[in-house]
């Protein structure tokens, strides 16, 4: 008869230890595991968050010290006009203005980027806004390249072939009675192969040739050799063409679409932008 020995207890406190071990690790693990997602969310965000706050720097550095404040705040899409950016806001602060010997005035504008309905902002910054910096340094007449739904101050007109209001914009109306229209287009230096100035030029491209070798006695309008590239063969078992009366016969075609991608139109790779006039 066999009899069973006890462990000894040392044997029970180790299993309990090396339990209550395994426990810690795997607790310390997680929670460092999760500590590192969150400080990656946390950054990416807080990255989002300026680069938003670019958006709205551009926005006002260019209205200058016209710029008016936003005290309330306001979702970002309505100056980038993505749907996606809803769960954003803004605000921005602007500061007495101060004059500089030269009569240049200087302000500066406090901007807060907000997510969803948080109290405190996920990013804020300082920019200056001058008198220099509100369009006075552009001509009448200059054109900018303007990146954001929202339109700049009223110193700008969209270039879209509107009607110049004299009264409001005289410099303006004495260079052009009406605005440009620079939709859909692209802008180009004149000379080289431009048309003249302010005319638009119509799309061109350069011209596509080929060829191919014909084998046969008169029956066989197959090519002698594979096709390549934009060519390609079809076999036609009924059809009138050259007066075959429905013999069998290959079609030729050329397709550029085989060999490169194609539109209703020709167009390098671009970006939209809109474009604006200084009007004054």
């Known amino acids: 008869m066999h009899r069973y020995r006890k462990r000894p207890a040392s044997m029970l406190i180790s299993a309990i230890l090396a339990s209550i071990m395994f426990i810690i690790i795997a607790n310390s693990f997680m929670n460092l595991w999760g500590n590192s997602f969150t400080t990656l969310t946390a950054a990416k965000t807080a990255t989002q968050a300026q680069a938003y706050s670019d958006i709205v720097s551009e926005k006002i550095k260019l209205e200058g010290t016209d710029a008016e404040e936003v005290t309330t705040k306001t979702k970002l899409s309505e100056i980038t006009g993505n749907d996606s950016d809803d769960d954003w806001f803004y605000t921005y602060e602007i500061e007495n203005e101060t004059e500089d010997d030269n009569g240049n005035i200087f302000k500066v504008a406090s901007i807060k980027i907000y997510k969803d309905d948080e109290n405190g902002p996920r990013y804020s910054t300082e920019i200056p806004l001058s008198s220099l910096g509100n369009g006075n340094s552009l001509e009448v007449g200059m054109v900018i390249a303007w990146t954001i739904a929202t339109n700049p101050s009223d110193n700008y007109l969209e270039c879209n072939g509107q009607s110049i209001d004299s009264t409001k914009y005289p410099k303006l109306y004495q260079l052009m009675h009406n605005v440009p229209d620079y939709r859909g287009?692209?802008?180009?230096?004149?000379?080289?192969?431009?048309?003249?100035?302010?005319?638009?030029?119509?799309?061109?491209?350069?011209?596509?040739?080929?060829?191919?070798?014909?084998?046969?006695?008169?029956?066989?309008?197959?090519?002698?050799?594979?096709?390549?590239?934009?060519?390609?063969?079809?076999?036609?078992?009924?059809?009138?063409?050259?007066?075959?009366?429905g013999t069998p016969y290959y079609m030729t075609y050329f397709d550029a679409s085989r060999v490169v991608p194609v539109a209703v139109e020709n167009r390098p790779v671009n970006k939209a932008v809109r474009y604006f006039i200084k009007a004054k």
């Open 185 to 245: 287009v692209f802008l180009r230096g004149l000379g080289g192969n431009s048309t003249s100035l302010g005319e638009l030029q119509g799309d061109a491209i350069r011209n596509i040739t080929g060829s191919f070798m014909v084998a046969g006695n008169g029956n066989d309008h197959g090519l002698s050799q594979p096709q390549s590239g934009a060519f390609y063969q079809s076999w036609r078992t009924s059809g009138s063409e050259w007066g075959n009366n």
